[in-house]
């Protein structure tokens, strides 16, 4: 199963370590393959270091793919991360 | 006993054997003639290793704090367990590259590439990454290796050292640090800072110069590091920690006291900052708000000018973090000796008396627009007031204020909700603008005085030039008289006045500045405790009566003689 969905970035700083660190660890338990595009990068959604190299500042738009059984539950925990802004409670 | 000069980064003082952290010297080969399998069991011995390390570090932080410490931890363990990361390096091992290498590479990989964006602050977790892949590197070095054990109090000597380095050997009996290289912004800096221990970046030749248990004494206020000293530098030095430590343990009972003098005037001891990084700092010295935040330091280290966006983000912060206390924010004061590549400012032959601060801002509106607006949205997360530096006439305030009320406009245009006004105010650095400050009251809601300019400017000398330092002199009879000329001209306004230079955190010059009246003392956050358990020691009637003496003086002689 494929999803795609946008988000726009409203955390308090851009995709910086904390973030991504975040959303990784939301990821962590699920089967599957996460793709965040920005201005026609493609990363590994799964990796910290890749997240950061996207240089995503506050008012992008990530486009993000996931792909795999759990497809479903990850994009939520995603929702949720982005709803939230990056807070972490 | 040797002498030498550094970059002192964190204040206080130490004195103790030096423990040298030996540079692990990585070489390693380019070509691809390495046994995969030898490599790949090499690299799964090393890796996992590093992975329980810093998971241990993570664990002892998470629980025992300070939080940054525990953040930068899990940031490299996660950096550690980095999918992509480790199949590059898989990869390169496949293709018969030595595991050093191929580790090296793929965290270079990932480092420039972060080390391109525009940034700042992802810009330096580039370094994160080196710290992670260095980290594997050693124990490829030596495998099984138990993190070397310091027993006995000892300053670190080091080349440079990482942020997940200090964590590991940081310990209570960590004294001080000294560092060849180092750089101030560091998140090994503010560490340092965090954890109070004295640092002195940039010292040069000190890892030729020291000895493994050679004795160090660290001033990590002047930079001054020496190698063993004497019997007297020594009895200095320990006098020095003594009273330091006595201080400090004393300074704890005032972290959440009000600042009220003994008959009940409050004041509000703020801080002076320079970058959000030292905002949690602060808090936890019981800062009651920001007096000054110094915004050109966004426009340092990068390529072009920060976005409205990030600027906002930043400004936001500082406002909520400090929340309920106000954040006074300075606009950009750049020009005279802060120099950013890519704004082009013109060489000139006066610096300090040519385009700086708002003549700069005024000039150059595109810039000066977006720092507003960033500056009119964030405003409305807390209490904001807006600063701009080196007035100097009535007209530069009405058109900032003019240039406010455009800007506000363009975005209730647009559709933003400013419900929240900030105030504004000046920074009192040049003699013009002390002698009108009544007239410039009816336009503003503060003044504060950034004493080392405005005695610059009445003194006609510059501290930085040794040969004339000595006439640069907060003492002289003049700056007094100045001070009062501000404080009776804000007499009988809606105006509050505020102090953000280095006076303000001068004990003498306190009962100076109650009695005449400042409602904000805005000192370095380390300075906050000290200049709280004055205020509180203090009386108005008896700094009023100090007042009248120090009028007095007709010398620097006279006029310390009268602050006694």
């Known amino acids: 199963m494929t999803l795609e969905k946008t988000f726009k970035l409203e955390s308090q700083d851009g995709l910086h370590a904390r973030p991504a660190g975040l959303f990784v660890k939301c990821l962590a338990p699920y089967q599957v393959t996460v793709e965040v595009e920005l201005r026609g990068q493609k990363k590994n959604g799964k990796s910290i270091m890749s997240l950061m190299s996207l240089g995503a500042s506050p008012g992008d738009d990530l486009k993000i793919t996931v792909t795999g059984n759990d497809a479903d539950s990850a994009l939520k925990c995603i929702e949720d991360l982005f709803a939230k802004r990056f807070s972490a409670e | 006993m040797q002498v030498l000069k550094g970059k002192g980064s964190s204040p206080g003082f130490a004195l103790a054997p030096a423990f040298i952290l030996k540079n692990t010297n990585l070489q390693f080969s380019h070509e691809q003639i390495f046994d995969d399998i030898h490599e790949s069991k090499r690299w799964k011995t090393a890796h996992s290793q590093v992975v329980q390390d810093l ?62 964006l525009d940034d700042p602050y992802l810009r330096q977790r580039a370094q994160d990454i080196r710290d992670v892949a260095r980290r594997i590197l050693r124990a490829l070095d030596e495998p099984n290796s138990q993190e070397e054990k310091i027993t006995g109090d000892h300053i670190l000597v080091a080349e440079d050292l990482l942020p997940s380095e200090l964590l590991s050997l940081y310990s209570p009996q960590l004294k001080g640090l000294v560092l060849q290289k180092g750089n101030p912004t560091s998140h090994t800096t503010i560490l340092a800072r965090t954890f109070e221990i004295p640092t002195i970046l940039t010292v040069n030749g000190v890892m030729e110069k020291v000895r493994a248990n050679d004795e160090i004494a660290v001033s990590g206020m002047s930079g001054i590091v020496t190698i063993n000293p004497d019997a007297s530098e020594k009895k200095n030095i320990q006098e020095k920690i003594q009273r330091d430590l006595f201080e400090k343990e004393e300074l704890k009972n005032y972290i959440s006291v009000k600042s009220v003098t003994r008959d009940g005037v409050a004041i509000e001891v703020a801080s002076n900052l320079n970058s959000a990084h030292d905002l949690n700092f602060a808090l936890g010295k019981g800062t009651e708000g920001i007096g000054l935040f110094r915004t050109e330091f966004l426009l340092m280290d990068r390529s072009a000018a920060p976005s409205e966006e990030e600027q906002y983000q930043v400004y936001r912060k500082v406002i909520e973090s400090v929340f309920p206390h106000k954040a006074i924010i300075r606009t950009f004061d750049i020009g005279g000796d802060k120099q950013v590549n890519y704004l082009n400012l013109p060489k000139e032959e006066n610096p300090f008396l040519g385009l700086r601060g708002i003549r700069y801002c005024l000039k150059n509106i595109p810039l000066f627009r977006t720092q507003i607006r960033a500056l009119l949205r964030a405003a409305q997360h807390g209490n904001l007031g807006i600063m701009i530096p080196m007035v100097t ?89 100045t001070l009062k000329l501000i404080s009776d001209g804000v007499k009988n306004t809606s105006c509050w006045l505020g102090i953000c230079g280095e006076m303000a955190a001068k004990h003498d010059y306190q009962p100076l500045l109650l009695a005449l009246g400042f409602k904000e003392l805005s000192v370095s956050p380390g300075a906050v405790l000290r200049t709280r358990k004055q205020i509180l020691s203090l009386d108005m009637e008896s700094c009023r009566k100090t007042l009248q003496k120090a009028l007095l003086a007709d010398s620097s002689e006279s006029l310390k003689a009268a602050l006694f």
Request: charged share 30%; with cysteine.
């Open chain 2, 393 to 481: 006439k009535v007209e530069e305030v009405l058109e900032f204020k003019n240039l406010l009320k455009k800007f506000k406009i363009e975005l209730l245009d647009e559709g933003k909700k400013l419900e929240k006004t900030p105030e504004t105010g000046i920074m009192i650095e040049v003699p013009s603008v002390a002698m009108i400050v009544d007239q410039l009251a009816s336009h503003l809601d503060f003044f504060s005085i950034g004493t080392n300019d405005l005695i610059q400017y009445l003194c006609a000398a510059d501290r930085m030039n040794s040969n004339v330092a000595d006439l640069h002199d907060a003492y002289h009879p003049a700056v007094l008289r």
């Open chain 2, 55 to 116: 998971s241990e570090l993570q664990k002892k932080y998470s629980q025992k704090g300070p939080q940054e410490s525990a953040e930068i931890a899990e940031a490299h363990l996660m950096m550690a367990q980095d999918p992509e990361w480790i199949s590059n390096i898989e990869s390169f091992m496949g293709q018969k590259h030595q595991c050093e290498y191929s580790v090296n590479k793929a965290s270079e990989d990932f480092a420039k590439m972060i080390e391109s």
